[in-house]
Each structure stands twice: as C-alpha cells, then as structure tokens.
C-alpha cells in the first residue's frame, strides 16, 4: 500500500477538454441546464411578485388617487372604516371581559409555588434530615431508591460553595 492521500484526479480534462468523452460533455451540459432551469423557476416569482405589486401600485393610483377619484376613495375609506372601528370595538371588548372575568378565576396558577424544603423531602423518603445536609455539600451523590426509602452515598470531593 502506498501512502495515504487524496486519489489521484486528471486534471489535464480542464486545461485540454478535448481529453473529456461525449457522454461527460453531454452529462456536463445535462446538468448545467437543469440547475439554470431550476434557478429560473426559483427566481421567477420574486420578479413576477415585484411586477405584480408595481402594476397594482399604478392601478392604485389611476383608480382612487386621481382628483377625479376622490369622491369614491372616500365612500370606500368610510365604509372600510367602519369595518375596521366595529372590528376593534368588538376585539377590545373580549380583551376587556377576558381581563376582568376569566382572569381572576386563574389568578393563582400563577403565583410562584414553594420550593419543597430538605426537612419534607427528608421525611417524604424517611431519612435522616442530618443526612441531606451532609449529603449537599458534596458534588456527586448516589441515590438508590428502595420503595419509599432513599439510600444516600455522598461521593467525590466536598463543594464548595
């Protein structure tokens, strides 16, 4: 076996492509086409979306903001605009009965619950409070639980804190 390294590639192809065969050429050119295809076909929509917004701008424009137009760009911003306060109105009042009504029914999912004490998590497990505390200065511990009775094995070094 020889050394390792990269395999050996012919890189002659690039500087003589004469030395290249039909098919690789063909398989080349294959490729090539399909990822311009495929970038056209990405691409397309973000020049149609552009020319679509700039012919609706225009439109926009030669339909309700030309001075002849104003008259109707008003019915439409009033009618619209109603639409839009009864909209609001109605979204503000749910907010408003949601604040006042159902949020008092929750108030105490919310409050913070107290963290459970060595002395109850002692007596939960039935050992010794004295053995907690010893056990938490460590910075390894090894629990078995046996039923309801935890086995406590402090190990490692004693942390410090």
């Not at 012919?10 to 098919?23: G, H, K, M, Y």
């Not at 306060?85 to 503000?92: D, E, G, N, T």
């Not at 006042?100 to 459970?116: T, Y």
Request: net charge positive.
């Amino acid at each position: 076996m020889g050394k390792p390294g990269p395999r050996h590639t012919n890189f002659e192809i690039i500087d003589r492509p004469d030395l290249s065969s039909t098919w690789r050429k063909a398989a080349e050119g294959g490729i090539t086409v399909a990822l311009w295809f495929l970038w056209v076909y990405m691409i397309l929509p973000v020049f149609l979306t552009l020319a679509l917004w700039i012919g609706g701008g225009r439109y926009v424009y030669g339909s309700l903001l030309q001075r002849e137009h104003w008259q109707e760009m008003r019915e439409v911003l009033q009618s619209g605009g109603i639409a839009i306060l009864v909209i609001f109105l109605m979204h503000a009042c749910w907010i408003t009965y949601n604040f006042r009504v159902i949020a008092p029914r929750f108030a105490g999912r919310r409050k913070e619950r107290p963290v459970s004490s060595a002395d109850l998590a002692a007596k939960f497990f039935s050992v010794d409070p004295a053995s907690i505390a010893a056990a938490r200065l460590h910075n390894r511990l090894e629990i078995r639980l046996e039923g309801r009775k935890a086995v406590i094995k402090s190990a490692g070094t004693i942390a410090s804190f």
